[in-house]
């Protein structure tokens, strides 16, 4: 039986989580000329090219139900036991998902045989641990990505299987429409939100008497002012780097 962890975590996924144009364009950008992909861990079917074949991959059935009528097809399967052939797709996708994966090793090895090409976003946490919201409010976030597979581990698995990856920044724009974690950097009433930190497994996954003593905080530095003046030099901004990383090869 396949495991489920989204079965609670991703009851309103759909609505919280939809693709954001610009990483859209980078992630079809980055898949090249590939005409057959292979989505792993495709959730509700964010990113998904629609001008070429698309095969989703998502172990949770929840997720699954959650996917539009018009998103490509979807097999409830695992990363780490694909059931596709060697070589079947000219592009695998896999979308802020590794660090779910249960064997990444597994999981990193079976998308490398059923794909010529491999694109995977994910981020650097060194670079992710200095956001406001870890560093002044939730660094717990950053203590539970020390247990992820992240940049380094990624790109480490790939090289091991015969890869050259390549590693690209992910700014993200100030009005992401996407609700991961890190979307919300210019907007930080957001965050006060319960709908809208349940579609953030970083947060999710927490102890939730730690996430709201952190979320009163917040609450009273919006009030007070203390959280504009902090960070005044963001108001500004239209992208930020948070350490969303593209990886090819």
């Known amino acids: 039986m396949i495991s489920d962890p989204y079965a609670a975590l ?52 929840r997720m699954i139900a959650q996917r539009p009528v018009t998103a490509a097809p979807a097999v409830q399967a695992c990363a780490e036991s694909l059931p596709f052939p060697d070589g079947a797709f000219d592009a695998g996708l896999a979308v802020l998902t590794v660090h779910h994966w249960t064997d990444v090793t597994a999981g990193l090895a079976e998308l490398r045989r059923v794909s010529r090409r491999q694109v995977i976003v994910t981020w650097d946490p060194a670079v992710f641990s200095r956001f406001w919201l870890v560093r002044e409010y939730l660094p717990e976030i950053a203590e539970h990505e020390t247990r992820l597979a992240c940049l ?16 690209a920044p992910l700014p993200v724009p100030s009005d992401c429409v996407d609700g991961f974690l890190g979307a919300y950097w210019r907007r930080p009433e957001a965050y006060l939100s319960e709908r809208v930190r349940a579609g953030m497994s970083g947060v999710a996954l927490l102890d939730q008497n730690v996430v709201a003593e952190a979320v009163g905080r917040l609450r009273a530095d919006l009030a007070d002012g203390h959280w504009h003046r902090q960070h005044v030099g963001l108001l500004g901004r239209t992208e930020l780097d948070l350490g969303y990383r593209l990886v090819t090869t």
């Open 152 to 167: 380094d581990r990624v790109v480490d698995e790939l090289t091991a299987l015969g890869g050259t990856p390549s590693v």
């Open 10 to 61: 991703g009851r309103d996924y759909a609505r919280s989580r939809r693709p954001d144009p610009r990483i859209a364009a980078a992630v079809t950008a980055a898949l090249g000329d590939a005409r057959s992909v292979v989505n792993v861990g495709a959730g509700a079917g964010s990113y998904e090219p629609g001008d070429r074949g698309v095969i989703a991959v998502e172990p949770s059935r």
